[in-house]
């Protein structure tokens, strides 16, 4: 059976990183995967990554980097995104890998308008009716089964993690908005019928949030925020948390069916 791919876009600070681990770390037991289960590519430091028929999978990650650099690695992989899609190899994108999937396929990424989301938040599906509606000319997922069943059982508003500055604008033209939050409205996307985003961290810890706002709470004070209300409000992420161990587990089970349906008759 073929690995999930870790496509992994960047690191954690040092000093979080010496306390908690890497992000290859975080994702793997956020998805509970052995290790025979997960290939991680580190395409910021230039490894090659596999052709997409290559994997059952992959799974794209934050990064301190910005889509808007148009680093070369990113560009790259932009590609390999697109490829992907194409070839319907399921997908996930978290943070830096939710921008650079909706910047492959056509979105537009920058600065948040109102300014950095840092800490915990309320994420609402955009779901009820069972009918779409566009925000601008961007379909909002309501009700139905447009994200294949991926998010069954998700509350309608949940709790998760977020760090960023910069963030989706304009969603891909055929992108499917899942779930927003009071900063942003376009905190989960469905691009294709086997490729999903969120701009939150499901694989943070309760404990990794935390870290984060501590590091940076100089940057927060200046920025006009409370890091100590912030870090107050860290809670765990169960829900949001499942979403990892879910699209993992679904993609590496529907590629083990396919290998058997691919074996000859005997």
Not at 52 to 61: C, H, K, M, S, Y
Not at 163 to 186: F, G, I, K, M, N
């Amino acid at each position: 059976m073929r690995p999930l791919l870790l496509i992994q876009t960047g690191e954690a600070p040092e000093a979080i990183h010496a306390r908690f681990g890497g992000f290859a770390d975080w994702f793997r037991h956020a998805m509970r995967l052995e290790p025979t289960q997960l290939r991680v590519v580190r395409v910021d430091a230039g490894e090659p990554l596999p052709r997409p028929r290559e994997v059952a999978g992959a799974v794209i990650t934050g990064s301190a980097a910005m889509v808007t650099e148009r680093a070369d690695w990113s560009e790259r992989t932009a590609g390999w995104i697109r490829d992907a899609v194409d070839t319907q190899t399921p997908l996930f994108g978290v943070c830096y890998g939710h921008q650079l999937m909706a910047h492959a396929l056509g979105g537009t990424v920058g600065w948040l308008p109102h300014g950095r989301e840092i800490g915990t938040q309320t994420i609402t599906r955009q779901e009820s009716s069972g009918r779409g509606r566009e925000i601008g000319t961007h379909t909002v997922t309501r009700g139905g089964n447009a994200d294949g069943g991926w998010m069954d059982g998700l509350p309608v508003s949940f709790a998760a993690h977020t760090t960023h500055r910069q963030s989706v604008l304009v969603p891909p033209p055929d992108a499917e908005v899942l779930a927003r939050s009071e900063l942003d409205p376009y905190q989960m996307l469905r691009h294709a019928p086997h490729a999903f985003s969120s701009q939150f961290h499901p694989e943070f810890t309760a404990a990794a949030m935390r870290a984060y706002i501590v590091a940076r709470t100089d940057a927060l004070r200046e920025e006009g925020l409370d890091p100590v209300a912030l870090e107050a409000d860290v809670r765990e992420t169960e829900a949001a948390r499942a979403l990892l161990e879910r699209f993992a587990h679904k993609a590496l089970a529907s590629d083990e069916v396919r290998a058997i349906e691919s074996q000859p008759l005997s």
